[in-house]
């Protein structure tokens, strides 16, 4: 148990619709990253908050947006939502995100499918 | 910019057989580098790491080193088993300080 929690593990909507997923990080870690795993495009970097503020920006759709709340939760909303944004999207934690040596703890993901 | 490439996959061993995964990468600054493993179903984990040239990560009879002549970091094992089956992502975290993963590199080892 990794101890970032991801909320739903699997969700089934339609193209056009918003759908918003949530992250808990790991106790103690003020960084959180989001990430769209594709079959052709592999594990991709969205959107980094560190204690509430927007840190760095990845391939992010103007369509998603993010935040993390004071309690250092994180959700991801994504709107307009299209046959192609169906992925595994995976929400990750870590404690110092000015050390490199150190590692991310990944939830286990939500599924997203768009019908 | 942050990149890292491996080879692609899937890599079907039979039990016991050697395994490599290839991975290279390019980075700003001085990267740290990782292997992470993914099971069905499961989020990535890591699996070990290296923070400096020459370094080796070492888990579960797994290694890799921190070539920084050839910017590589490739994985091996010497004796793969059936529950080594999965997906195995190579990272690095450099000037820019987020984990960049590659695409990942599926894993089949048959009995």
């Known amino acids: 148990d990794s101890g970032v929690t991801q909320t739903p593990k699997h969700l089934i909507t339609a193209t056009g619709q918003r759908v918003t997923l949530r992250c808990s990080p790991r106790?103690?870690?003020?960084?959180v990253y989001w990430y769209q795993q594709s079959l052709d495009q592999g594990l991709q970097f969205l959107i980094q908050y560190y204690n509430g503020e927007e840190r760095a920006k990845g391939n992010i759709l103007e369509r998603f947006s993010a935040q993390q709340f004071p309690d250092l939760h994180s959700e991801l909303n994504l709107s307009s939502l299209e046959l192609g944004d169906s992925a595994l999207y995976f929400c990750?934690?870590?404690?110092?995100?000015?050390?490199?040596?150190?590692?991310?703890?990944f939830g286990q993901g939500t599924r997203l499918t768009v019908v | 910019g942050d990149s890292v490439t491996q080879m692609e996959g899937p890599v079907t061993l039979s039990e016991e057989a050697f395994l490599t995964i290839n991975c290279t990468y390019t980075?700003?600054?001085?990267?740290?580098l990782f292997w992470y493993v993914q099971y069905p179903g499961e989020g990535l984990q890591l699996l070990l790491k290296?923070?400096?040239?020459?370094d080796k990560g070492s888990n579960k009879g797994f290694e890799a080193t921190y070539r920084k002549e050839t910017t590589s970091f490739h994985l091996e094992k010497g004796s793969v088993q059936v529950s080594d089956s999965a997906v195995y992502f190579c990272?690095?975290?450099?000037?820019?300080?987020?984990?960049?993963f590659g695409r990942g590199t599926s894993l089949i080892v048959h009995p």
């Open positions: 990272a690095l975290r450099g000037g820019s300080y987020i984990p960049t």
């Open positions: 290296a923070t400096k040239a020459d």
């Open positions: 990750a934690s870590s404690a110092n995100p000015g050390q490199k040596n150190t590692e991310a703890f």
């Open positions: 106790s103690g870690d003020l960084s």
């Open positions: 980075a700003t600054g001085y990267p740290s």
